[in-house]
């Protein structure tokens, strides 16, 4: 009898402690940053949008603060929306703050190679970024510019010649800049097989660290679930086959190319000799160049095509482009990549493309590495803090009409915020490009491609909307005309691009055969 009771006392012990355990999943902390209100086990993801979190993320921003916390089930997601906690938090304390949140999903996709999603603590990380560094850095400029020179010469000739296929002519702009100064591999045409195989694959990869296909990081206990009752590990083991076989025939390129010595050597050819200095595996030095491949290629190609977007909508924009351009260079030469000196229309017209539709509205997920106090509030070790650079740009408080395309919002200030404005912080020109320890490595580079690529574009052509539809359509709408994923990625548009005088005709042939017999 006694035992009974014990027993019973017991079982009704568990079932308290596991209801009171549950009953607290999806609860926000009292030490956290304010947010919506939370449901039990839920917390807020049934109120997160399929498409497009960045403008939920940035209401919820304008009702609770600059810094928010989301619960996502048991675990916690920070939004900042504020630059002045994206200055004290990101920027100044970078080094509690440049983690990233776990993916278990990447980490059975990857085996922790991606280096854009691993650990500031983790050798990947700060083997790959050492790896790279002296290619990307400012003072590397003069190893860019060759290459984005051949490669928008190419463009330019690509679009004279098949002006139908402006998305295709600019991914191969962007993916093969990278891939040449990656692995030494330039891909020519626009409609190549590993230019396809590269698309299968990114669409692929998104697909498959998306919660929707694979709710495991939300979802923890689905981790045991078995491969049969498991669709999405299929798509894990298809996708990273695809990863490695396309990172794999880079790396055997770079391999065997034997020409290109100290710094015109590729960097993977570089990272190649001192991987064991290094501490990388073979794998290892393939994915940090199929990483710049991934990170590099959509963000620069999706920001390319919104410019082209927004500039076909805006006809006296792109004069005034043409006009300040004209009167620089006239119409015998190609711009070369000092010019954009002497261009601040132009400089205007990109910076407000990256203010406008930043490529990446939410950012990379940060994460602390330890429990981390800020403004009285406590943010837990692991937990995902993403930069809502969306909420700064669109802000009224700090942007005359934020969401018009209106680049003269730069020829008032230098960070195109209303003149006048008494604020603490200026926006920092690279904020677009993310904070701290995880800043872009690849700006300098995707500055230099996009002011090459974009003067040559409005120098050659006229862009005017393909079909009667866009003729008519007046409208910025993100729905219509915007993909949502990882990137922000126009969806596709119809572009008529004409050439503006014969004499360009003859200037585009001629650099393009000297570009292609120089050894660039
Ligand atoms: C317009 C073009 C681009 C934009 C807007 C952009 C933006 C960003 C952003 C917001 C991040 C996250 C930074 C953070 O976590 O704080 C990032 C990371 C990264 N980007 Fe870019 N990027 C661009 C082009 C490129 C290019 C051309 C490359 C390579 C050549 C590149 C390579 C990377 C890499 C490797 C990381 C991960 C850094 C790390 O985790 O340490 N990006 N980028």
């Not at 921003?61 to 939004?79: E, H, P, Q």
């Not at 004290?88 to 996709?109: G, H, K, N, V």
């Not at 055997?252 to 501490?279: C, F, M, P, Y």
């Amino acid at each position: 009898m006694k035992d009974t009771y014990t027993f019973a006392t017991l079982f009704l012990a568990a079932v308290a402690w596991l209801t009171f355990k549950i009953a607290r999943i999806g609860r926000r902390d009292g030490r956290l940053p304010p947010g919506p209100p939370t449901v039990p086990v839920l917390g807020n993801i049934h109120e997160l949008p399929r498409k497009f979190a960045f403008l939920r993320f940035s209401e919820w921003g304008r009702k609770y603060g600059g810094i928010i916390s989301i619960k996502l089930a048991n675990a916690t997601a920070i939004v900042v929306s504020d630059l002045k906690v994206v200055k004290e938090l990101l920027d100044d304390r970078s080094s509690e703050t440049s983690s990233r949140p776990y993916s278990y999903a990447l980490e059975a996709l990857s085996k922790g190679n991606f280096f854009v999603l691993a650990s500031s603590e983790s050798l990947v990380w700060r083997a790959s970024r050492k790896s790279i560094q002296p290619f990307l850095a400012v003072q590397a400029s003069d190893l860019h510019v060759p290459i984005v020179e051949r490669e928008s010469s190419a463009l330019l000739h690509g679009i004279l010649h098949n002006p139908g296929a402006i998305s295709s002519h600019i991914l191969r702009y962007t993916f093969s800049s990278i891939a040449y100064f990656a692995f030494g591999k330039r891909v020519l045409r626009h409609d190549s097989p590993e230019l396809q195989s590269y698309q299968t694959y990114i669409r692929n990869f998104c697909k498959a660290v998306s919660p929707e296909a694979a709710p495991v990081d939300l979802i923890p206990i689905l981790r045991y679930v078995p491969d049969f009752l498991a669709p999405w590990m299929k798509l894990w083991r298809e996708t990273r086959s695809q990863q490695l076989s396309l990172y794999n025939s880079f790396l055997e390129h770079a391999e065997r190319v034997k020409e290109g010595e100290g710094r015109n050597r590729s960097i993977i050819q570089a990272t190649l000799e001192q991987r064991h200095e290094l501490g990388l595996s073979r794998e290892t030095v393939a994915y940090t160049g199929g990483v710049l491949l991934d990170a590099g290629t959509e963000t620069l190609a999706t920001t390319m095509l919104s410019l082209i977007l927004c500039l076909m909508k805006s006809p006296a924009v792109l004069k005034k482009a043409q006009n300040e351009i004209d009167e620089l260079i006239g119409s015998k030469r190609l711009p070369v990549a000092n010019d954009i000196e002497e261009l601040p229309y132009i400089q205007a017209i990109i910076k407000e493309v990256l203010r406008f539709r930043p490529s990446i509205p939410t950012g990379i997920p940060h994460a602390p590495l330890n429990d981390c106090h800020y403004g009285g509030y406590t943010i837990p070790k692991g937990s995902a803090i993403f930069i809502n650079t969306w909420a700064i740009f669109h802000d009224p408080d700090l942007f005359e009409r934020p969401d018009d395309f209106w680049p003269e919002r730069y020829l008032l200030t230098p960070d195109g915020t209303k003149p006048g404005l008494n604020k603490d912080y200026n926006i920092r020109s690279s904020l677009s490009f993310g904070s701290g320890k995880r800043l872009c490595p690849g700006m300098n580079f995707a500055r230099t491609s996009l002011n090459v690529a974009v003067m040559r574009l409005i120098w050659a052509f006229d862009f005017e909307p393909g079909d009667n539809s866009s003729r008519m359509d007046q409208s910025w709408s993100l729905e219509e005309h915007y993909f949502e994923g990882i990137t922000l990625t126009p969806k596709e548009f119809s572009c008529r691009m004409t050439l503006r005088s014969a004499d360009r005709a003859k200037a585009i042939e001629d650099s393009y055969i000297l570009y292609e017999n120089s050894n660039a």
